[in-house]
Nanobody
């Protein structure tokens, strides 16, 4: 099983950019589908983006064209490049891993990072 550590969060003005990283330790990272979720205050955790073992990517509608998920298997790292950020993107962002098959459901993932805070000001 892998362990996940996110980094790269922070405070940014609307319209700005951030790149989140999720470093995985453990074996066989390239056999895990990876995903990013987020949770805003008072709301449920929601799917943001995921990337399959083969590299296919999927996004929630609200971030399409603004966010890009990618992975570097040589570095055991998955990234989330976020551009044109909006105040409604403010949340704690979590990285998640699932063996072999990806999913957009939080309940399908049993490996999570600790989260990184992203705050977008007006």
């Amino acid at each position: 099983q892998v362990q996940l550590v996110e980094s790269g969060g922070g405070l940014v003005q609307a319209g700005g950019s951030l790149r989140l990283s999720c470093a995985a330790s453990g074996r066989s990272f390239n056999n895990y589908a990876m995903a990013w979720f987020r949770q805003a205050p008072g709301k449920e955790r929601e799917f943001v983006a995921r990337i399959r073992i083969g590299g296919n990517t999927y996004y929630t509608e609200s971030v399409k064209g603004r966010f890009t998920i990618s992975r570097d298997n040589a570095k055991n790292t998955v990234f989330l490049q976020m551009s044109s950020l909006k105040p409604e993107d403010t949340a704690i962002y979590y990285c998640a891993a699932r063996w072999n098959t990806g999913s957009s459901r939080t309940t399908d993932y049993d490996t999570w990072g600790q989260g990184t805070q992203v705050t977008v000001s007006q």
